[in-house]
């Protein structure tokens, strides 16, 4: 979908939250403007008034590079500072690709290729990883530390069903920057850190192809960590909330199977009044069933999210699907009116649905719109 290729020297653009950050962003600053010196890219700190004057030393950098930015505002916590400064990025600084990182130097700032390079070869989104082979945290990370990570880590996965991502709460990534139109960057509600995830589950839920890239995070040697207790209640009712949003969708998924049946049997019911002989009532009725379900599924369970990418091959494969729900429905209708020649026929019409439905969500979820990292 994003079409990156190294030659086509693509606007990047850093966002860098900054609180309290006046002993790191210079180093950072310096490190950055070097390291990415020949490209077109930018540097925006978001800082949020901090007292130890990190704004002026941000100010210094910026009167000698115009290419580093400062955007300054209110504190109301890391997810809003990344909300404003992703949001400037995409609509006055022209960003093709946007890299979010920490100030601290916790963050590489050489690993920001390795992440930019896997955007080049076709993904949307990169994440800086800690959680799979290769990647890992500071050994010198307390017990406490290395609990809440692992713990925020686990809650993303196994609540909110992040299962596809490995380091879920990494606030060290590349997105490109139609990615990040799609999923409406600032509709994204969260304050503080639960921001990583809100914007994770996004990217997801848009069907953003990810990958993840191992870093090694460093603890930070100035200065303190930002976050706080409001933080972590909120990450704890981040992740229930994205759970009953996964329900909703399922919910408006069952309801559109049950239309499907009440599509299915009434129209088969309305054939045969018409005269139709069974055989040929059958698989018409299916089949009707079948376009209504994907009508719905298309326009209302799913109508948030965009399926990009190879959408043709994904398309072949749901009638491919289709194809086989329908075989299999219609075959066990033929087979059962065989077996019981004097059961009501919308009965037997009725009981075909049933291993349709099961072969049906069985190859969609772990074929058609399996998730998983793809390929790149
Ligand atoms: N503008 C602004 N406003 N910046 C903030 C705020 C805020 O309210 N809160 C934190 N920041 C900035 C910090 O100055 C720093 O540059 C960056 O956000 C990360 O904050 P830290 O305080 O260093 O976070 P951490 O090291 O505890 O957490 C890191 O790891 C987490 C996962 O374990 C970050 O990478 C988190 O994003 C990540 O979820
Ligand atoms: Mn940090």
């Known amino acids: 979908m994003t079409d990156i290729s190294p030659s086509d020297n693509p606007c990047v653009c850093f966002v860098i939250p900054t609180y309290n950050e006046a002993p790191n962003v210079s180093p950072l600053l310096a490190q950055l ?83 930019l390079d896997r955007l080049s070869r076709g993904a949307d989104a990169a994440i800086g990883s800690r959680y799979i082979s290769g990647g890992a945290v500071d050994r010198g990370w307390s017990f406490g530390r290395r609990f809440l990570s692992r713990g925020g880590n686990y809650l993303a996965r196994r609540i909110a069903g992040l299962v596809s991502v490995q380091d879920c709460t990494s606030g060290f990534k590349a997105i490109s920057a139609a990615a990040l ?20 589950h996004r990217l997801i839920e848009s069907g953003a192809r990810i990958v993840e890239e191992p870093i090694y995070f460093r603890d930070r040697q100035r200065g303190q960590t930002k976050l706080g207790i409001r933080d972590l209640i909120e990450f704890f009712y981040s992740v229930w909330w994205m759970r009953v949003a996964g329900y ?9 199977g049950l239309s499907g049946v009440v599509v299915n049997l009434g129209s088969f019911q309305l054939a045969l009044g018409l005269g139709v002989h069974k055989y040929l009532a059958s698989p018409i009725a299916i089949e009707l069933s079948i376009i209504s379900n994907f009508l719905l599924n298309n326009f209302w369970t799913f109508a948030d999210r965009t399926m990009p990418g190879r959408r043709r091959i994904r398309g072949l494969k749901y009638n491919l699907v289709s194809l086989t729900t329908l075989g299999l429905s219609y075959a066990t209708f033929v087979v059962l009116s065989m077996l019981f020649p004097d059961a009501p026929p919308v009965v037997l019409q009725g009981c075909g649905i049933i291993p349709a439905t099961i072969c049906n969500y069985l190859l969609n979820s772990y074929w058609t719109f399996r998730a998983g990292e793809p390929e790149s």
């Open 181 to 200: 139109r799609k999923l409406d960057v600032k509709n994204i509600r969260v304050q503080g850190y639960a921001f990583q995830i809100a914007l994770l």
């Open 33 to 115: 403007t070097e390291k990415y010196g020949d490209e077109a890219t930018r540097f925006l700190i978001v800082d949020d008034e901090s007292p130890d004057g990190t704004a002026d030393r941000v100010r210094e950098f910026a009167a000698q590079d115009s290419r580093v930015h400062l955007l300054e505002g209110k504190r109301r916590g890391l997810g809003d500072a990344y909300v404003r400064g992703i949001s400037h990025a995409l609509d006055s600084l022209d960003a093709d690709v946007v890299v979010q990182m920490d100030a601290d130097l916790s963050h590489d700032p050489s690993d920001a290729r390795k992440l």
């Open 248 to 256: 909703k969708t399922f919910l408006k998924f069952s309801l559109v």
